[in-house]
């Protein structure tokens, strides 16, 4: 059976109106499909209890019993269209945007899951120029990803409505955003938990106002209202939670 590659509407309340792209999360294995987290996402998964999973994304799986959520399908069918045949899920993506009356306000690449290959990221910046009036933005640690994409395009080539927000915690994604941080596409995600000073490497001159020093999320503040991770002002945007 074929099957297409689909935009899923997740319930992210943080989200809003926005349209997300997601494939199935972690490193852990649900229904004989691994997640796509990769390298930095280490016990994200707790295989003998599913409920203590530090990865927020899991602990929804298993709330909401991922063996009949349609959404957890919906995560393991985009993985394994993207995996088996990047293209077709592409042909997928561009084919949903266009026919789609009402144009998505914005679309959060990767609501769950990661970018796997140097092919998928430079298949998004394709698509991003597609919709040109359509902000596109990703949070990412597949770092070698990034700077293998970035290294083999050129500048001038680059989407000005695809935003990569390079996700930092500790040491952990600085060097890549420092390398980068020149094109205008680049941006960084730093996660503040008050444990690293980050001073010497790079300037935090913005917060996430989704959430309070104490990481308390503001329910009323949803991402498609905000904006801020696809605006100028965002170059280094701080966290205390996500």
Known sequence: MAYEARFVKDGNIKIGKMWSWSKLAGSGEIAGCKGTCGEHCSGCYNAQNPKKSPCYVFKSYVQYGWEKSTVVKGH?????????????????????????????????VHASGEIETVEELAKWLETAKLSPNIP????????????????????ADLPKNFFINISIWHDNGIETYNKWKHLSCIRAFVYDDGQYDYSDKLKINCYCPAYDKKGKLNHDLTCDACKICFQEKAKVCGCYDH
């Open 76 to 108: 393991i069918r985009n993985t394994l269209v993207m995996r088996n045949n990047t293209t077709k899920a592409f042909e997928d993506i561009q084919a949903q945007l266009k026919r789609a009356r009402k144009k998505p306000i914005a679309v959060r």
């Open 136 to 155: 596109f933005y990703v949070y990412t640690k597949a770092y070698n990803i990034v700077d293998k994409v970035l290294t083999d395009t050129d500048p």
